[in-house]
Each structure stands twice: as C-alpha cells, then as structure tokens.
C-alpha cells in the first residue's frame, strides 16, 4: 500500500538527518506537508526536488497516473506547506504552474536530475504539473 511505502521512507528520512536508502539511495528528497483539502488534517509526502533560484521545484507526477496526486490537490486549496529538506525545517508557498514555457522549463530540469520524470510523462496523457515552493 502507498501509504505504508510513504511512512517508511518518512520515518527512515527523519531518522537519517533526510538521507533515505533503496530506489532513492543518493538521491534528495524533501518531506512537503500540506493540509488536507477535504480533511484539514496535515498530510506527508515524500518527493524529489530540484532547486531553482531560491526556490524549490516538484513534480505532481504520481509515476504517470492519469489524475494528479492527492498532495497536489491540497496544495491548490491550501498554498501554506511546510518543508523538510535534510535536517531544516521550513515554511513555504506552493504555486502549481500546469501548463506554459515556465512549466515546460521546470519539468525539463526535473528530467536531466532525474531522467525516470520522462518515463512518468510518456505514461499518461495529461500535462504533468510542476509546484514550485518558495520559502517564506
């Protein structure tokens, strides 16, 4: 189940200062927090980012499923996360960018990181969303 997969990874991140080993062994992830659309009740996430400026990037991939993730849906509704990367705690403004030169962009930065984001994109037929996270 998806929700154990992701518990395991948030407790192994939280307790190797956000190092996590298996498919992510090397690789960085942050812990987003959002509230929930419909529950209001905080929710985790493990993802992948890259950096842009002072920013941070993520892609609402969900491994190419053809709806978006539940994580991006609360991010819509509610922008205010909170963020994990290695041992900093911080807070954020989700922006979803769905479609244009600036999605395109991100998206295509995400892939050269992480070349399996174009796998995601060739599995599904929607526009794949990119959320860029801006600390306040």
Same mark, same amino acid.
């Given at each position: 189940?998806? @929700?154990?997969?992701?518990?395991?990874?948030?407790?192994?991140?939280?307790?190797?200062?956000? =190092?996590? @080993?298996?498919?992510?062994?090397?690789?960085?992830?942050?812990?987003?927090?959002?509230? @929930?659309? =419909?529950?209001?009740?905080?929710?985790?996430?493990?993802?992948?980012?890259?950096?842009?400026? @002072?920013?941070?990037?993520?892609?609402?991939? =969900?491994?190419?499923?053809?709806?978006?993730?539940?994580?991006?849906?609360?991010?819509?509704?509610?922008?205010?996360?909170?963020?994990?990367?290695?041992?900093?705690?911080?807070?954020?403004?989700?922006?979803?960018?769905?479609?244009?030169?600036?999605?395109?962009?991100?998206?295509?930065?995400?892939?050269?990181?992480?070349?399996?984001?174009?796998?995601?994109?060739? =599995?599904?037929?929607?526009?794949?969303?990119?959320?860029?996270?801006?600390?306040?």
């Amino acid at each position: 189940m998806a @929700g154990d997969w992701n518990t395991q990874i948030i407790e192994e991140f939280r307790a190797n200062q956000g =190092k996590v @080993g298996g498919p992510f062994a090397g690789r960085e992830l942050l812990l987003l927090t959002s509230i @929930g659309a =419909k529950s209001g009740r905080p929710r985790t996430n493990p993802l992948a980012f890259i950096r842009d400026g @002072g920013d941070i990037v993520v892609v609402a991939s =969900k491994a190419g499923a053809p709806t978006n993730p539940d994580w991006f849906h609360n991010v819509r509704a509610n922008p205010s996360v909170t963020l994990e990367i290695g041992t900093e705690t911080l807070e954020a403004t989700a922006t979803p960018i769905t479609e244009g030169p600036e999605r395109d962009r991100l998206y295509a930065a995400m892939v050269e990181v992480m070349p399996g984001f174009a796998e995601y994109q060739e =599995k599904t037929d929607r526009v794949i969303p990119v959320v860029k996270l801006t600390p306040r």
